[in-house]
Structures are given as structure tokens and as C-alpha cells.
């Protein structure tokens, strides 16, 4: 059974660092590109970053400069990296895996940015 567990979440202050990570049960899971999707209260899901399965990193403008993406094929992690945090960044982050038209999401986790 396919699982991604996101944990990590949490509230931190504007201006603060927090750092996601994802646990992926997934076999060959180096064959499949990985990202990270945010969705806040009243808003549609989007992207924030996104690992290709031939490496490349793609970034929403949201976040370039201030978030990183990074992937351990061999722990089968997928860690989110985030700085310099909004209050715009506060929204539930899931984990994202996927091929072709296969897609895994992990439950979510929390984070909220305030003082």
C-alpha cells in the first residue's frame, strides 16, 4: 500500500524557518517526480515545488529564493525547505508523488505563520 507522510508543520513566526518532510512507501521511487502542493482556507491547491524525475526543480514564484525541494532516493524522503515565511505561506502543505497519470498525496500538514 502506497503512503506519504508528511510531518514538520507547526506555527513559526513571520520571517521564520521550518523545514516539511515526506516518508514515501513507494517501490522504485526514484522513478517518480515529487513535490509539495499548499492549499489554504478558501483557495485551490498549488504547486510550491516540484521535483522531475530527471532532477529538475521547479518553484512557484511565491517561493523562489526563500524555498527548497530536495529529494533522498535511497530513505525515500522528500524534504521542503522553507525560509524567510509570509503569513501568505500559512496553508495545509501535501506531499506529492507521481507517473504518467498516477498520483499519490500524502494527509497534509498544518502551518501557519504568526506572531
Known amino acids: 500500500q502506497v503512503q506519504l507522510v508528511e510531518s514538520g508543520g507547526g506555527l513559526v513566526q513571520p520571517g521564520g524557518s521550518l523545514r516539511l518532510s515526506c516518508a514515501a512507501s513507494?517501490?522504485?521511487?526514484?522513478?517518480?517526480?515529487v513535490g509539495w502542493y499548499r492549499q489554504a482556507p478558501g483557495k485551490q491547491r498549488e504547486l510550491v515545488a516540484r521535483?522531475?524525475?530527471?532532477?529538475?526543480?521547479v518553484y512557484a514564484d511565491s517561493v523562489k529564493g526563500r524555498f527548497t525541494i530536495s529529494r533522498d532516493n535511497v530513505r525515500r524522503i522528500v524534504d521542503l525547505e522553507m525560509s524567510s515565511l509570509k503569513p501568505e505561506d500559512a496553508a495545509t502543505y501535501y506531499c506529492?508523488?507521481?507517473?504518467?497519470?498516477?498520483?499519490?498525496w500524502g494527509q497534509g500538514t498544518q502551518v501557519t505563520v504568526s506572531s
Open positions: 521535483i522531475i524525475s530527471d532532477g529538475r526543480t
Open positions: 513507494i517501490s522504485m521511487f526514484s522513478i517518480y517526480g
Open positions: 506529492n508523488a507521481y507517473r504518467g497519470t498516477t498520483n499519490f
